[in-house]
């Protein structure tokens, strides 16, 4: 182009060559925000299941009634309140920035492979004469996370600089995210990067510990735990590790 080139004709060729990148912002932010959201329902989770620890390892009481769908009340609950988001309102809801159109095709997803976790592991929870179950957050976590990510393109994991379940190890890029949080305070912030050449999405929330961990992750470290685990001696606030998703561009 030059001096002489009509305004008309350099608007409409910036038009056509900013067309796609406005495009893959905005499919980019879509992607990022579903997999934020389903970072935290996992969380979320994981939370339910430390509330009614005491009550699942309970080696006294056969039937705890903590039924599949008293689990995703509580989850429902615990996901709106850090959210704002009714999951039970979710097929109404407009698709948004803030709902994306794939946040309201896998968050139902992940909430019935959460309930079916539950639900597989009742004989588990409700077993007398048993105290601990191994029925943990990180358990329910883990099963939850792999169920979902059979049944989808996108891939849910939990993981640790010193996760105690082998599956969970962090790769290269995780551990770097890791330990680049755990030098930082606590933050409600997360890490996300794409990967193949812009194809690929990954997501890192971090995960703190909260008081009712330490029970098996605080103080004295070393000693063990009720799993037999040593325990690491940290504390409230530290730094428990990451729910990763790596989702696909494109994917609707």
Request: charged content about 25%; overall charge neutral; some cysteine.
């Amino acid at each position: 182009m030059n001096s002489r080139t009509p305004v008309g004709v350099i608007v409409m060729i910036l038009s056509i060559l900013l067309q796609p990148l406005s495009t893959w912002a905005v499919q980019r932010a879509e992607v990022e925000e579903t997999a934020r959201l389903l970072a935290t329902l996992l969380e979320s989770g994981r939370a339910v299941i430390e509330r009614n620890q005491t009550l699942i390892d309970n080696p006294h009481k056969g039937d705890k009634g903590f039924t599949p769908h008293l689990f995703e009340q509580q989850l429902v609950q615990e996901f709106r309140v850090k959210t704002g988001i009714d999951l039970t309102a979710l097929p109404a809801a407009p698709a948004s920035i803030v709902i994306p159109p794939l946040a309201k095709e896998l968050l139902p997803a992940l909430v019935l492979a959460s309930r079916e976790v539950v639900r597989d592991a009742q004989v588990v929870i409700n077993q007398r004469g048993i105290g601990y179950k191994n029925f943990i957050p990180a358990t329910w976590g883990s099963q939850a996370s792999a169920r979902f990510s059979k049944s989808s393109h996108v891939r849910l994991k939990q993981t640790a600089l010193d996760a105690r379940n082998p599956k969970n190890e962090p790769d290269e890029y995780e551990a770097s995210v890791l330990k680049w949080l755990s030098a930082r305070p606590r933050a409600e912030a997360f890490v996300s990067e794409l990967t193949e050449e812009g194809h690929t999405l990954r997501v890192v929330m971090p995960i703190y510990y909260a008081k009712d961990c330490l029970t098996c992750h605080g103080e004295p470290k070393g000693d063990l735990d009720i799993s037999g685990y040593p325990k690491e001696g940290h504390r409230e606030g530290d730094l428990a590790g990451a729910i990763t998703v790596t989702a696909p561009l494109g994917i609707r």
